[in-house]
C-alpha cells in the first residue's frame, strides 16, 4: 500500500513537472500549443495532418492576416466564423508559422 501511494505521488509529481515547464517557457511556444490544438480541433479535417490539404486545399505560404480573412469570409466549401475571438488569432498565426 505503502509503495502504491509512492507511486502515485510520483506521477502526480512528474506531472506537475511537464506541465510546470511548458507554461514556463516563452508566450510564442504556448501559443503555439494552443494554436495546434485549435488547428487540430476546427481545422485539421479539412486541411490534413499537416496542412498538406484534405478537402480544402494545403495551406502553405499564408499569412496570419490572410489565414484570419479566410476564417471571417469562408471562402467556397469553407465554413465562415468556424473560430472567432482570440481562437481566430492563435491559430492564424499558428498556420502562418508552421506552414
Ligand atoms: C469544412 C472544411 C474546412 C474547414 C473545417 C476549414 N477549411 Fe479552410 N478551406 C476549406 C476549403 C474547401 C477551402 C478552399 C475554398 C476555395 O477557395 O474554394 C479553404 C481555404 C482555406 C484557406 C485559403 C483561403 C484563400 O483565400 O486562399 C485558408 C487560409 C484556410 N482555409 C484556413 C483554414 C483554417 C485556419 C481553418 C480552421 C480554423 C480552416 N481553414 C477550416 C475547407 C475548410
Redo the contacts with the bound molecule.
Keep these: 500500500m505503502k509503495k502504491l501511494l509512492m507511486a502515485i505521488a510520483g506521477s502526480t509529481l512528474l506531472l506537475a513537472a511537464c506541465s510546470g515547464e511548458e507554461a514556463g517557457e516563452s508566450g510564442e511556444t504556448v501559443d503555439t500549443a494552443a494554436g495546434e490544438e ?2 487540430t480541433a ?2 485539421l ?3 490534413g495532418d499537416n496542412m498538406e490539404g484534405a ?3 494545403a ?1 502553405e505560404g ?1 499569412t496570419a492576416d ?2 484570419l480573412s ?2 471571417e469570409e469562408g ?5 465562415a466564423n ?2 472567432e475571438g482570440e481562437d ?1 488569432q492563435i ?2 498565426a499558428y ?1 502562418e508559422d508552421e506552414s
Design positions: 485549435v488547428y476546427s481545422c479535417s479539412c486541411h478537402s480544402g486545399p495551406l499564408y490572410e489565414v479566410a476564417i471562402p467556397g466549401a469553407m465554413p468556424i473560430v481566430a491559430v492564424a498556420v
